[in-house]
């Protein structure tokens, strides 16, 4: 009978034969027979985990008379265990060893390569046992830990030699958050961008470069206040100075890259990923708009933004493993032959999602039967869970609430009384009188407000008192469904404007007055000044400051009747008089038509809705409930905005009703949101494989996607008719098993809550 077999070893063995193990003493330094062998060693385990943990394994020394006698291997344990024990068949701290095998092809197949660590001895009456545990050589990532951090000098900011680069004890701190108003709110970048990266094209050209790629180095966030006013008189296209051309916020490809490129104590035995490796992983993944399935070929991409992180002080795998894990990456460590057929140890990084673009894989096992038949199984036992409860499909940040810029018109916080601007009775108002004065005398001529709450305040207009409360209507109007998107409360304003001046700075507070020969143009009440021209009124740049706890500001010269304003051009020479309010029809006869001078101040308030960010459940989560989380993110993203009732609004760029937006997050937050829902909206599906041999064919990051032969479709969403892209569980753990007289492989998917975890 004619005929034939076509092999193909892309998929696992059904059954294997014992795989030869042996454990050897490792020294890189020597080129010519860098591998001693342990012949009195045997490996007892090894564990290969996700996550920054190294590998480990575990091994026992075999100690028998007969094999002292004949070979002279120790077979007590005052031979081994001891600090101090020395010779060819003993392992010390610290020595370096590596656990090979071999491939059908000859070629070395390791399984481990580390430090020895932990000796352990016990003794009973029957036996006695000397055993000891190693760590994979990763654990030399963790020798130092992250101080300092590397800077690039402020007048060469594009000097991308590294000659500008300056080792500094700073903290290691990424987009550093802050309390500030306009650009500078809620994060401040403080990388070079792309194009000022330090170069390292392959060659090492300075202290710390590892060939990895081109990388970031820190930089004073301020100076993107100079790009900012370059950048009015320059244009882009001619080669001029445009905005993030000198400072640049943090996105996770980029930390990864700096704190990469610097000097390790793991450098001398670990393969770090290149920085073009970084780029291409490093990106969310988000369904298009108006799309409610996942497809990768459909998906958009967008870089993922840090929030404030300070990575000072802490070793460099717990940092790699919480900054990507946040934005649902993951980390592991491999060993396997580098190009000279020895033992190196790399960093994996990969995505958990529907993204991954590695085939999933298959473990087969055949149908019910009395015995396991190992021509059409892989597996002898298994364990699974799915864990539908862990599911969170549904995110909302917490962002800052929106920040505005307006001007509002303010009104005395007192009532006037005629005479009050008169000897004696002004001596009462003075600064050096206030120390046992009532509240009322304290805030008398001095406390100028727009009773944002109707506490009350004084009518200047009618000469009365009223409660009537400031109408923020024209800065926070109605949401859609017509519900108002404020509360009256207090809302006290920001020292910090969000407009800038021509240097980019910045502008603070101002309080302005209104003195004219024609009586001012006011409304009763305080009010949003809308559409009020720059004539007639006059800057008071000092005595003065804002209310820390309402909206409005606090006189603070020595005598409210001598409020100098240093401005030549205000009657009386540049002084304020009580008189203006106490007794405005001859105090300002010849102004204001003996009208009280009117007070605006322009500043920033807080509104009290947040920027509406979230990520929706899908249709691919399999379940039927919500399960929502709120991430706090008040510290990073912001929308600020200047209002058209500005005294600033043209000087911000500002035309007609519509404010100006200087700072708008919502994109980069809602690409937080998505990345957030991407990596916990599917079920972990723990437990367990065992494959009754050694196999490295299932690595960690890979996916399963069936039980062969029982038709068992692992996948853990659900929609695929909608074009879903499908998500299977994932290898979390590897144990090889090389105790009692066997060999074994256990593949852990997702989580280990299906099985006990190895006590060691």
């Known amino acids: 009978m004619a005929g034939s077999f076509d092999l193909d070893n892309s998929l696992p063995p059904l059954a294997s034969d014992a795989l030869p193990v042996g454990v050897f003493r490792y020294d890189s330094e020597n080129s010519d027979q860098p591998f001693s062998l342990l012949p009195n060693v045997r490996c007892l385990r090894i564990d290969v985990r996700e996550g920054c943990e190294p590998p480990c394994a575990r091994f026992e020394y075999i100690m028998d008379d007969s094999l002292a006698l004949n070979f002279g291997w120790p077979s007590q344990f005052e031979q081994l265990w001891p600090i101090d024990a020395q010779g060819d068949y003993v392992v010390a701290a610290d020595d370096r060893l590596v656990v090979m095998g071999q491939n059908p092809d000859g070629s070395p197949l390791y399984l481990f390569d580390g430090f020895a660590q932990i000796p352990q001895v016990d003794i009973c009456p029957a036996q006695q046992r000397v055993s000891f545990a190693a760590v994979g050589v990763a654990a030399r990532a963790y020798d130092d830990v992250i101080t300092g951090r590397v800077q690039r000098h402020a007048g060469s900011p594009s000097d991308t030699s590294g000659a500008s680069d300056v080792a500094v004890d700073l903290p290691c701190r990424f987009n550093p958050a802050d309390t500030w108003v306009s650009g500078r709110g809620g994060f401040l970048g403080n990388s070079t961008p792309p194009a000022n990266y330090t170069r390292d094209e392959g060659n090492i050209l300075i202290e710390g470069g590892k060939g990895l790629g081109d990388f970031p180095v820190f930089i004073d966030p301020l100076l993107s206040e100079r790009e900012d006013a370059d950048s009015e008189d320059e244009d882009p296209s001619e080669g001029g100075t445009d905005a993030g051309d000198l400072v640049a916020p943090w996105y996770i490809s980029d930390a990864l890259k700096y704190l990469i490129s610097q000097p390790n104590g793991g450098d001398d035995y670990l393969d770090w990923p290149t920085f073009s490796q970084l780029d291409a992983l490093l990106q969310a993944l988000y369904p298009p708009p108006g799309s409610n399935t996942f497809n990768p070929e459909t998906a958009i991409a967008a870089n993922i933004m840090i929030r404030d992180f300070d990575a000072t002080n802490r070793p460099l795998p717990d940092v790699v493993a919480e900054l990507l894990g946040y934005a649902g990456f993951l980390v592991t460590w491999q060993t396997a032959a580098d190009a000279n057929g020895l033992p190196q140890t790399n960093l994996k990084i990969y995505r958990r999602d529907a993204a991954a673009t590695q085939a999933p894989k298959v473990v087969y096992l055949d149908q019910a039967r009395n015995t396991v038949n190992p021509a059409t199984s892989n597996v002898t036992s298994l364990h699974l869970a799915r864990d539908c409860n862990a599911i969170v499909n549904e995110w909302s940040l917490e962002t800052a609430q929106r920040q505005v810029e307006i001007t509002v018109i303010l009104a005395p916080l007192y009532q006037p009384q005629a005479g009050d601007e008169n000897a004696p009775a002004c001596d009462a108002f003075k600064q050096s009188n206030l120390t046992s004065a009532t509240q009322t005398t304290r805030r008398k001529y001095r406390w100028y407000g727009a009773d944002e709450c109707g506490d009350g305040h004084w009518n200047s207009v009618d000469s009365r008192w009223s409660t009537a409360a400031l109408d923020l209507s024209p800065v926070f109007p109605p949401q859609e469904d017509g519900s108002p998107s404020y509360v009256e409360r207090y809302r006290p304003g920001s020292d910090t404007l969000i407009t800038r001046d021509p240097q980019g700075r910045p502008l603070k507070a101002t309080l302005e007055i209104y003195l004219s020969s024609t009586s001012p143009d006011t409304n009763p009440d305080p009010y949003i000044a809308e559409g009020q021209t720059a004539a007639a009124w006059y800057t008071i740049p000092n005595g003065w400051q804002l209310l820390d706890d309402r909206l409005g500001i606090q006189v603070t010269a020595p005598d409210p009747n001598q409020w100098s304003t240093g401005n030549p051009r205000i009657p009386g020479g540049g002084d304020i008089r009580i008189g203006w309010w106490s007794n405005p029809s001859a105090a300002l006869a010849d102004w204001n038509g003996g009208q009280p001078p009117v007070l605006r101040l322009t500043t920033v308030i807080e509104g009290d809705l947040q920027m509406g960010i979230s990520a929706n459940k899908r249709t691919a989560s399999p379940t039927r409930f919500t399960r929502s989380r709120t991430a706090d993110c008040r510290d990073h993203f912001h929308l600020d905005s200047v209002d058209p009732s500005s005294a600033y609004f043209s000087q911000a760029g500002g035309s007609g009703s519509t404010p100006v937006v200087v700072r708008d997050d919502r ?94």
């Open 667 to 760: 994109e980069v937050a809602q690409t937080h949101a998505n990345q957030l829902r991407a990596a916990h909206e599917m079920p972990p599906l723990a437990g367990s494989f065992t494959i009754p041999y050694v196999t490295t064919y299932y690595q960690i990051g890979d996916r399963i996607a069936a039980v062969q032969g029982r038709n068992v479709n692992l996948q853990t969403n659900i929609a695929a008719n909608q074009g879903e892209s499908p998500v299977y569980p994932w290898v979390v753990g590897i144990s090889w098993d090389f105790s009692g007289e066997r060999q074994r492989t256990v593949l852990y998917v997702t989580d280990r809550r299906a099985e006990v975890r190895n006590p060691w």
